[in-house]
């Protein structure tokens, strides 16, 4: 374990295990609507949800003066204060229980199931596990689990090596431009400058160019998945392995029959796998 982990520094960030946070608001069908049109889904969301829907709802609000260099709040409150510089949305599993009914009030209650560190080849990693829980009138609607990855700066990212990609009838080819990022960030709240701030992302966190949202990504996967099974999901999860770019083109592909779906970047590496059901 590295000097800036040892065993006492990631013991009291798991003091955080079961913490606790319970939010409740009205489900805005305006912020939907903006929702469903920041991923690219219809606008008549009272008759069709958007793609992964209840992320318009229980952003997170951090006051001006709470916002670190990155963008991102700063560390602690809800979420353990993780030294490490680098943050991540890397993974999420969820299930659909209900509908959510649209203009009533719901509840979000967030719990800190884990928190672990592992040493990877890229050096320091610490994993924690967040699960969201959204009730309405006491029912619950849907169950979220979030994987929440913290790294060490590491070396710059190398740009990918642009590959035509080959399609079958079904793929789907993305690409997603400065304008769609924009807008993702604005109706998620999410100001991390990753995915706005150019001279940012290449001067100080090593990518190549802009890195689109992994949970943008994940709802274009969500989309795919429900439209080849034709029929709402109850449950979906996804994996992000790799970052991918503005403006470069992505292979959204899935096989109906397992139920995996992928988005798979313009060199050929898969940048994140979905599971669909």
């Not at 963008?71 to 959510?100: E, Q, Y």
């Not at 979000?108 to 890229?122: E, Y």
């Not at 689990?145 to 740009?159: F, H, L, M, S």
Request: net charge negative; aromatic share 8%; with cysteine.
């Amino acid at each position: 374990m590295s000097e800036s982990l040892d065993q006492s520094l990631v013991d009291t960030w798991r003091g955080w295990i079961g913490r606790e946070e319970r939010r409740t608001e009205a489900l805005d069908v305006e912020a939907l609507r903006r929702f469903a049109a920041a991923v690219g889904a219809g606008l008549e969301v009272e008759a069709a949800p958007p793609p992964l829907a209840h992320w318009a709802f229980f952003l997170p609000v951090a006051a001006d003066d709470q916002i670190g260099e990155d963008g991102h709040p700063k560390r602690g409150g809800f979420l353990p204060p993780v030294t490490l510089p680098r943050r991540m949305f890397a993974a999420s599993s969820m299930s659909f229980d209900a509908p959510l009914a649209l203009g009533a009030e719901a509840e979000m209650v967030s719990t800190i199931l884990d928190v672990k560190h592992r040493s990877g080849r890229t050096g320091d990693l610490v994993f924690v596990e967040v699960e969201r829980v959204i009730r309405q009138a006491g029912a619950q609607k849907l169950r979220e689990q979030q994987t929440i990855v913290y790294r060490e700066a590491g070396d710059p990212t190398p740009a990918p090596t642009l590959k035509p990609h080959v399609l079958e009838r079904e793929d789907e080819l993305w690409s997603p431009t400065p304008v769609n990022l924009f807008r993702f960030s604005a109706v998620t709240f999410n100001s991390h400058r990753i995915h706005y701030d150019r001279p940012y992302a290449q001067g100080e966190e090593g990518y190549p160019d802009l890195v689109v949202h992994g949970p943008f990504t994940a709802a274009r996967l969500h989309d795919l998945a429900t439209r080849r099974l034709g029929r709402p999901l109850k449950r979906f999860a996804f994996r992000a392995t790799s970052p991918i770019f503005v403006g470069q083109p992505v292979k959204l592909t899935g096989d109906v029959a397992t139920g995996v779906f992928k988005a798979i970047r313009c060199d050929g590496a898969e940048a994140m796998t979905a599971e669909a059901g």
